[in-house]
C-alpha cells in the first residue's frame, strides 16, 4: 500500500480486499473473536503491534504482544505527546483515565454515541474524545472527527518517540473491569428499566455505601472501590453494563447485586 512504502513500515496485512459480505469475520473490532486472525499473524511472525478496523474504518483496536488497548486506555496514552489535553470520555471509560489525565490536563465525561460527542466536544472546546469501542476523536492536529487509520497514525508516533505502550499501562492502578454485558429487552421498556433503577438505588439498602450517581446517560454509580455503569443502547433494544473494581472480589459483588436488581425490575414489564 503506498501509505506502507511512504512510512517506510515494515507491516503485513491481511483481508485487503473490500468486501461487503465480510467473508472473514464480522467486522467489529472490540469483539475479541474478531482479532483472532489478527493475534495469530503477529505471533507467527514476532509483529509488536497489531491494527484492526471497522468496515468503514472510524473504529479501532490496538494490539500489542501483552493486551488488547481500549480506546479510554489509547485516550491516556495519546496524551503522553500532548499539552495540557483536554479530554472527553464517555460514561463506560475506566476511572483511570479520567484519573490520570487530569494530573496533566482536564477529563469530561459524557454521553456515548457520535453526535453526543461531536456537540460536546465543540461546546468544551475538547482535544481528544474516546469511546472504549474504538472511536477516537482528534481535534488537536486534526479535523474533530474518529477516524481510525489517524489513529494509527498517532499510535506509531508514539511508538517512534520511543513510547512502550505496554510499560505506560502497567505503570497505572491495577484495576479489574468487565467487557460490555448485554441483556436484552424492548425497545419500549429499556428506559423505563433505567426509570425504575434510579429510584431502586435510592431505596436499596442491599448495596454498599453510594458516593455518587451520574446519570447523564443511564446511571454510573460510583462507589469508594469501584462503579457499576446501567445504560440503555441508543442503537439496539439493550440494556448494557460494565464493572470496574479496585478487587476481584468487589466486581464480582457489583455484578452480582446490579444483576438481581436489573432482573427483578425487568421483571415488571415481562
Request: aromatic share 8%; net charge negative.
Amino acid at each position: 500500500m503506498p501509505i506502507i512504502k511512504a512510512l517506510n513500515l515494515n507491516a503485513n496485512l491481511i483481508f485487503t480486499e473490500p468486501d461487503g459480505e465480510f467473508p472473514n469475520h464480522h467486522p467489529d473490532p472490540s469483539e475479541s473473536e474478531n482479532l483472532k486472525d489478527l493475534r495469530d499473524l503477529m505471533s507467527q511472525n514476532n509483529i509488536s503491534l497489531g491494527f484492526g478496523f471497522d468496515g468503514d474504518a472510524d473504529r479501532i483496536a490496538v494490539l500489542s504482544s501483552k493486551r488488547v488497548i481500549k480506546g479510554d486506555e489509547l485516550a491516556y496514552l495519546y496524551t503522553k505527546n500532548m499539552k495540557n489535553p483536554r479530554v472527553l470520555g464517555e460514561v463506560k471509560c475506566s476511572q483511570n483515565m479520567y484519573d490520570e489525565i487530569n494530573k496533566i490536563g482536564k477529563s469530561f465525561m459524557g454521553k456515548t454515541g457520535h453526535s453526543n460527542i461531536k456537540k460536546a466536544m465543540k461546546e468544551l472546546n475538547i482535544d481528544l474524545a474516546a469511546e472504549v469501542s474504538g472511536h477516537i476523536f482528534f481535534k488537536e492536529r486534526f479535523f474533530g472527527f474518529d477516524d481510525g487509520v489517524y489513529a494509527m497514525f498517532r499510535v506509531l508516533e508514539l511508538a517512534q518517540m520511543g513510547i512502550d505502550l505496554d510499560a505506560e499501562l502497567d505503570k497505572l492502578p491495577k484495576l479489574y473491569s468487565t467487557d460490555e454485558i448485554k441483556i436484552k429487552t424492548t425497545e419500549e421498556n429499556k428506559f423505563k428499566i433505567i426509570s425504575q433503577l434510579k429510584n431502586a438505588l435510592n431505596q436499596s439498602t442491599n448495596l454498599p455505601k453510594i458516593l455518587d450517581i451520574i446519570d447523564i446517560d443511564g446511571v454510573r454509580v460510583r462507589f469508594e472501590n469501584g462503579w457499576a455503569l446501567v445504560r440503555a443502547s441508543n442503537t439496539t433494544p439493550v440494556i448494557v453494563t460494565r464493572f470496574e473494581a479496585k478487587n476481584q472480589e468487589f466486581l464480582d459483588e457489583l455484578q452480582t447485586k446490579f444483576n438481581a436488581l436489573i432482573t427483578q425490575i425487568k421483571a415488571r414489564f415481562e
